[in-house]
């Protein structure tokens, strides 16, 4: 079982910049591929970016390639999101998941689906002022 919380919300201006964390309890952190998606107010959750377990391999959405950087430290059992260049259409509920221990994927799609993630946080808010 992997409990996840997320932390680094807020409001901050178009450009400006944040850094999301979410921590996971567990001892199985480390063989687990990581992502985050967001929901917008009116809308579905989609994906942002995710890491894998085995070589820390990165996959970005096409509308933050670029602008956030995913990263993860297995020492301390946190994965982090640092998001620059903030735009008003960023604002969302951010959420971080995690896959089951051990799984390998070998195709990028396949980290972009939630179903393929079995442990979510609660998610943190992040508000861009245009």
């Known amino acids: 079982q992997v409990q996840l919380v997320e932390s680094g919300g807020g409001l901050v201006q178009a450009g400006g910049s944040l850094r999301l964390s979410c921590a996971a309890s567990g001892r199985t952190f480390s063989n687990c591929n990581m992502g985050w998606f967001r929901q917008a107010p009116g809308k579905e959750r989609e994906y942002v970016a995710a890491?894998?377990?085995?070589?820390?391999?990165?996959n970005y959405a096409d509308s933050v390639k670029g602008r956030f950087t995913i990263s993860r430290d297995n020492a301390k059992n946190t994965v982090y999101l640092q998001m620059n260049s903030l735009k008003p259409e960023d604002t969302a509920v951010y959420y971080c998941?995690?896959?089951?221990?051990?799984?390998?994927?070998?195709?990028?799609?396949?980290?972009?689906?939630?179903?393929?993630?079995?442990?979510w946080g609660q998610g943190t808010q992040v508000t861009v002022s245009s």
């Open positions: 890491i894998s377990w085995s070589d820390d391999t990165t």
């Open positions: 998941a995690a896959t089951r221990p051990g799984i390998r994927y070998y195709l990028s799609t396949n980290y972009q689906r939630m179903s393929n993630y079995d442990y």
